[in-house]
């Protein structure tokens, strides 16, 4: 018999079977993920002798699509089961990126495929993405959102802990091709797992007939950007995105070819910088208690994320250690930000509105990431890698103002979450 809803009355998410299925399938996924953004980047670098500039191009490719399609995603998903729609999404991601392994066995690869990939791969990210965060609502009480978002978020710290350490022994037995191959694979325990939850989400409400994706696209943008507060947490991510993008675009090529890290190694070293990202998914909770749900989002930005800048520092020897100290303090604050907002978010928006609410959001925080990319491959050829690494974080931890100088800080915890809207 299958259940009609989330687990209201369970006082524990380790005890609702549902919720595990799907953070244990996520748990494989984001390892395997994680597993890619070393190897690809190495691929790259390493095998096809690609340039800074063409670097920073893929790793601008590896989010385009949430720059292109995420409104137009947001609209279709609140109409879709979310359920099906991430189950779809895995099994092409399965395909494409299972295309790396197999184009390089064959010695075909080429830096067009790698663009072409990161791409495709990218529009079943922003699908996946929009209904995984849409669903979680639906899945878990209300009161074990933030303990959900926390947990899937030290998911995601967790794997990038393991997975660049697991992506370096890969590159370095099978290449980094090969090591691609664990993405792959990872998709379809994912697919397993979302296929084993029995509980089913509220049908979508039917569509008037005059309705047009212009129009439910024009809602969701209306209410996140007629959200006083909702506004300036999109534009706080969305130029934290755009700084991050920069760092992430520079952070191979400074490990490399600043610091002369052995490439094996990378993977090691930036492993050790999600150390901070799974403090700050395991203790984002026990903050927000702290120092207020609501408060927590500024806090995160301003205070915990300032000394992240110190990675631009690092230098080759035992002053690379600097590298993964800045990196995870930068993880650390970036995860308790993620998780206080994505809360938030979810519990002052209807229903019916959060696809559309989180494909906004996603439109603008993520759009900027690919602007990012650019930027830190054209900056770091202009002024140098070390110099543009510097106004990388310096960027990201400025973003906190935006936040600041709004109504959260007269704000301690964030609402209950806002009813369903009656049927018309």
Known sequence: MEDAGPESDSPSLWRQRDFMLLWSGQTVS??????TEVALPLLAVVALEASTFQVGLLTAATTLAFAVIALPAGAMVDGAAKRSVMIVCNVLRLVIIGSVPVA?????????????VAVAAGVCSVFFDVSYQSYVPSLVHADHLMSANGKLGTTQAFAQLGGPSLGGGLVGLFGAAGAMTADA????????????IRTREEPP?????????????????????????????????????LFSGMSSALAMVFLIRVLHVRPALTGLIMAGAAIGGIAGGAFAGRLAKKVGSARIIWVSMLVFSAPQVIA??????WGVLLFPLGWGIAYFSGMVYNIAQLSYRQSVTPPELMGRMNAAVRWVAWGTLPLGGVLGGVLGTLIGVRPAFWLAFIGSWAAGWLVFFSPLRHMRDVPQPAPASPPL
């Open 312 to 317: 631009a520092a690092a230098w080759q020897g």
């Open 104 to 116: 390089g066995a064959f010695g075909v690869l080429t830096m067009a495929q790698l663009y072409v």
């Open 30 to 35: 984001e390892m395997g993920s994680a597993v």
């Open 185 to 196: 694979l990872s998709y379809a325990v994912s697919v397993l797992s979302i296929l084993g």
């Open 205 to 241: 409400p039917a569509r008037p007939t005059d309705e047009t994706l212009r129009r439910r696209i024009a809602e969701g943008l209306k209410f996140v950007f007629g959200h006083g507060i909702l506004r300036r947490v999109v534009a706080c991510t969305g130029t934290a995105n």
